[in-house]
């Protein structure tokens, strides 16, 4: 049984930094490309940065230069570094594998872990 599990989120001040977890089991992790997704109230999911087993990156316009998504293949875990977040920045944030690129798509998703930056 896959399970992906967040963790990291929590109430920061605009301009502070977060690190957001997910631990992996149930799935052959070094070999995925593993994504961080977000969603906001009232608003569609959102892709925003992805990691390949070759550790090849990706990251939405929104979040480039702001966050830095890496993997722990000894310990099942992928992260995403927060830093400069933003009010709008606040959503839930979902890991996913595997990840197809081209659709954006994945089988298996968390739960979710709440962001919340205040202004």
């Known amino acids: 049984q896959v399970q992906l599990v967040e963790s990291g989120g929590g109430l920061v001040q605009a301009g502070g930094s977060l690190r957001l977890s997910c631990a992996a089991s149930g799935i052959t992790f070094t070999i995925n490309t593993m994504g961080w997704y977000r969603q906001a109230p009232g608003k569609q999911r959102e892709s925003i940065a992805s990691?390949?087993?070759?550790?090849?990156?990706y990251y939405a316009d929104s979040v480039k230069g702001r966050f830095t998504i890496s993997r722990d293949n000894a310990q099942n875990t992928v992260y995403l570094q927060m830093n400069s977040l933003k009010p709008e920045d606040t959503a839930v944030y979902y890991c996913?594998?595997?990840?197809?690129?081209?659709?954006?798509?994945?089988?298996?998703w968390g739960k979710g872990t709440l962001v919340t930056v205040s202004s």
């Open positions: 996913a594998a595997p990840v197809r690129v081209s659709s954006w798509s994945a089988d298996y």
């Open positions: 990691i390949t087993s070759g550790s090849t990156t």
